[in-house]
Every structure is written in structure tokens, then in C-alpha cells.
């Protein structure tokens, strides 16, 4: 079982709209976890990263959230634009394997105008 | 531009061809990743290196894979004997030091077995 889940798995927005991607995590226990954002055919891009005693960060029009207790994070895009299509990924370092990063397997969002 | 560059972005080959993969890191990053992704996943860590020193290998990286990074700056991944599960997206990252740090991507290296 992957120890990132990340849901949806696939989103459909129109464009100016908010939304909120979900991630899950059994990792533990971890030394940062982060957001990327992957454009088709390119590589990820790091949004924000986060440690275990942090419980929000923003990038702009990005801001993700952390609670440790539960071990889920969000990551909320705000006025969402079309150049916000990508696939957002969800990253945690695992602190027991040597700071291993873990990825989910994305949500892929698609910004219609 | 003086962010990790990978080369060739796209290749497509027979199986059975052997195939080589470049990366340039950020210079001064002495950490350097490589990682596989197919379609509708995440990365999947293959190796990486500190320096010229290959620390830690994956499962996922079969006999017919090998990598280097001879004086500690660009690395390359070879493929030997391709097969058609070879095809994915071959990525490159960088990191300044900590294993906690930033990894910058490469643009990645795709890889089509036909």
C-alpha cells in the first residue's frame, strides 16, 4: 500500500474557482513534507515544504496545510487560473529511511476557462 | 540557465538497444538523484549519489541499469538491453547538501521502447 494517498485523483475546475487537493500519509515518523507541481512533460516544480511543526505555508496563490495528528495535508489553490493545469504531488521525507521522500501518485488538475 | 539540465528530452529505440541518459546538475549540488515516472504516477527513486559516491541503489534498478557520476558533477544513467518496461520518464534532481533540503528537477528524459 502506498504510504502517500493523494485524492482526488483527477479535478475539473473552472477557471477564477478555488479548490482544495487532499493528501494522506502513514509515513512516520517524517521530516518535511511538500508540495510539487508537475506541468505535463516537464519536471516537478517545488511549492512549498513543510516541517513537522509547521502547520501552514503559502506560496502565492497556494497554501498548504499540515496536521501532523492526523497526518494529512492540503494543498488550496486560490482564483485558480489555467496555468495552474498540472499534476500537484504530495512528497513526505521519511526521517526513519535516511530522509527517503515518498511520493504520492498525484491529483491531476485541469483549469477550464 | 543554471537549473539541472537532462539530454537527450526525448528517445525513442528498439528494444534491446542500449540507451544513456545525461544529467547536468545545479553546480555545487552535491546530492543527485535519479528517479523513474510513468504515466499517472509519482517518481520512483532509482539512485542517488553525494559527490561521485553512489550511496544507495534501488530494487527498481535491475543489473541492466548502471549510473556514474565520475568527477562528482554531471551523472549519466545507462540503460543495456532495453525492453518495453523500460519506457518512462527518467528525471533528474539536485540538492545542496541536507537530505532534508530542496531537490531541484530536471525537465526529464523520456525513454520510448518500441
Known amino acids: 500500500k502506498n504510504q502517500v494517498e493523494q485524492s482526488p485523483q483527477s479535478l475539473i475546475i473552472l477557471e477564477g474557482k478555488n479548490c482544495t487537493l487532499q493528501?494522506?500519509?502513514?509515513?512516520?515518523?517524517?521530516?518535511?513534507l511538500r508540495w510539487y507541481k508537475q506541468d505535463t512533460g516537464r519536471g516537478p516544480v517545488s511549492l512549498t515544504i513543510?516541517?513537522?511543526?509547521?502547520n501552514t505555508k503559502s506560496n502565492g496563490r497556494y497554501t498548504a496545510t499540515l496536521d501532523a495528528d492526523t497526518k494529512q495535508s492540503s494543498l488550496h489553490i486560490t482564483a485558480s487560473q489555467l496555468s495552474d493545469s498540472a499534476s500537484y504531488i504530495c512528497v513526505v521525507s521519511a526521517k526513519e529511511y535516511g530522509n527517503k521522500l515518498v511520493f504520492g501518485a498525484g491529483t491531476i488538475l485541469r483549469v477550464k476557462s | 540557465d543554471t537549473g539541472v539540465s537532462q539530454d537527450p528530452r526525448h528517445k525513442i529505440t528498439k528494444r534491446g538497444q542500449n540507451v544513456t541518459f545525461r544529467c547536468d546538475p545545479i553546480?555545487?549540488?552535491?546530492?543527485l538523484y535519479w528517479y523513474r515516472q510513468t504515466l499517472g504516477q509519482g517518481p520512483e527513486f532509482l539512485t542517488y549519489?553525494?559527490?561521485?559516491?553512489?550511496?544507495?541503489k534501488s530494487r527498481l534498478l535491475s543489473d541492466r541499469f548502471s549510473a556514474e557520476r565520475p568527477k562528482g558533477s554531471f551523472s549519466t544513467l545507462e540503460i543495456q538491453r532495453t525492453e518495453q518496461g523500460d519506457s518512462a520518464m527518467y528525471l533528474c534532481?539536485?540538492?545542496?547538501?541536507?537530505?532534508?533540503?530542496?531537490?531541484?528537477f530536471g525537465e526529464g528524459s523520456r525513454l520510448t521502447v518500441l
Open positions: 493528501c494522506n500519509y502513514t509515513v512516520s515518523p517524517f521530516s518535511n
Open positions: 549519489f553525494q559527490n561521485e559516491a553512489q550511496l544507495e
Open positions: 513543510m516541517t513537522f511543526s509547521e
Open positions: 553546480s555545487e549540488h552535491n546530492r
Open positions: 534532481a539536485s540538492s545542496p547538501g541536507l537530505a532534508t533540503g530542496e531537490l531541484f
